[in-house]
């Protein structure tokens, strides 16, 4: 489950456009920081995602993503071109394959490292997607395959991408996008794979003669999750449409990924799957927001693309300015040795201890970060055109200021009493599940072992 956004220049503050996405994944599954260098392949090497291998291409670009521990491919990246992907779970009456095969998370990375901006990345998404098919087990300790929609975004364009095993469509952006679990592509669509619809109309989901709606042609409409996934796309694009033009930035599109509808006395309960900003219900249904990241892509082609990161959910949690050529802080990034240092843990042990009692502690702590996030912004504009080496320590130092904001509460709320929470058990049974959800890198590679 998951929630990607973008808003192009020409509707901006700053004329950069924006890229934001809430990946929401199973409650304990951790979700790191990586970082990949480009590089060049021999002729004849093979690449191993998740699952599988495939043929590696002569030149890979450099790109940072946001990984769950256990799987090769990102929820959302950004490579050194500029060229910024997220992807979401969607289901369609075609059965997702559960053999294994390319995940959605492998699709987005192959993308990142393959091509230069967003025009070339639908095609490269698309000829993956045509060539492999997508499938595989998605979950850690449940039974989840699906297909995958993904958002594709530049500095000067973007693309919504919905597919169905082989078949896709795809639909350029102008102005803004939002994209949720749910195919959002009728027949307003500017390309379509070859065989998309003649298939739709052999399976009786189309009807021979009439215009082509993919939407309506390829959703299962049985999914007992679809109201909550439409509800999170109606709730994103009524945020987004709500934006001043012109006046949209980093500010407005943190607002966005915190999002509960609006409610000043929301709490996390029944109706967390229906939020942009997610918060679990269950710990074996429903997902919660592990990771968030926000991209501001500058029209100049050599200026740094500045990438906010944040951690579980962004209602509890802050974001750090990032580059790609900058060093990724330590403890953002998964622990070698499972007793090292690991802040993706810390925020969501913070997490679990406040959202009892939501309600009067959540508020306080997001001032914190909004405070640690107006200081770093600041000094990036206190430091325009800053080298490398001064944007890593506005990193850095940011990145300190996130811990220490952290320990401190998990020292003040370690011993406090906790409210009854209203979703029951959740949070006791979750706790319970970490041992078998918690593995360091050095375990991550022995599962799989083209993880780098």
């Known amino acids: 489950m998951c929630d990607t956004m973008l808003v192009l220049g020409s509707l901006t503050r700053d004329g950069r456009s924006y890229f934001a996405k809430n990946s929401d994944r199973e409650p304990n599954e951790a979700q790191y920081l990586t970082r990949v260098e480009a590089a060049t392949h021999a002729p004849d090497a093979r690449v191993r995602a998740t699952y ?11 790109c940072l993503g946001s990984r769950p521990w256990w799987i090769w491919g990102f929820e959302h990246g950004v490579n050194e071109h500029g060229l910024t992907i997220g992807n979401e779970a969607v289901w369609s009456r075609l059965p997702a394959g559960a053999g294994p095969n390319l995940l959605g998370m492998d699709l987005l990375r192959l993308t990142l ?9 639908l095609e490269v998404l698309t000829g993956l997607i045509e060539a492999h098919g997508q499938g595989g087990a998605a979950a850690l300790t449940r039974e989840m395959v699906y297909h995958n929609a993904f958002l594709l975004a530049d500095s000067r364009t973007g693309w919504v991408v919905e597919s169905a095993g082989r078949h896709w469509v795809a639909k350029r952006v102008t102005g803004w996008a939002t994209i949720s679990n749910v195919y959002s592509i009728g027949s307003d669509y500017d390309l379509i794979s070859d065989r998309a619809e003649a298939f739709a109309t052999a399976q009786g989901w189309h009807e021979a003669g009439t215009p082509f709606d993919w939407a309506r042609a390829y959703t299962d409409t049985t999914r007992a999750n679809l109201p909550s996934c439409r509800a999170r796309l109606a709730m994103s694009r009524a945020k987004v449409a709500g934006l001043p033009q012109g006046k949209i930035g980093l500010g407005e599109m943190i607002e966005v990924l915190r999002d509960h509808g609006g409610a000043p006395d929301w709490s996390p309960g029944a109706d967390g799957q229906a939020c942009v900003c997610m918060h679990g219900v269950k710990p074996d249904f429903g997902s919660e927001t592990a990771a968030s990241m926000i991209v501001a892509l500058p029209a100049q082609p050599d200026a740094p693309r500045e990438i906010w990161a944040s951690l579980a959910s962004p209602c509890l949690s802050g974001f750090i300015p990032l580059w790609l050529d900058c060093e ?3 403890d953002w990034t998964q ?11 810390d925020i969501e042990r913070l997490q679990r201890l406040i959202e009892p009692d939501y309600i009067s502690h959540a508020s306080a702590l997001r001032a914190q970060f909004n405070g640690m996030i107006h200081k770093a912004r600041a000094e990036l504009a206190l430091a325009q055109n800053a080298d490398s080496a001064t944007r890593n320590v506005i990193t850095q130092r940011t990145a300190r200021a996130y811990r220490e904001i952290v320990d401190a509460a ?4 370690a011993d406090r009493p906790q409210s009854p929470d209203a979703r029951g058990p959740y949070l ?3 706790n319970r599940a970490i041992p078998r959800t918690t593995r360091s890198a050095r375990e991550a590679l022995a599962l799989h072992p083209s993880h780098s």
Do not use: F, M, N
Request: charged share 30%; net charge negative.
């Open 52 to 62: 599988i291998d495939l043929p590696q291409v002569g030149r890979t670009h450099a």
């Open 113 to 121: 490292e393959r091509a230069c901006d967003a025009d070339e990345g």
């Open 410 to 413: 998990l020292q003040d709320h």
């Open 335 to 345: 622990p070698e040795e499972i007793t090292d240092p690991d802040q993706w843990w």
């Open 328 to 330: 990724l802080p330590h």
């Open 428 to 430: 006791a049974d979750l």
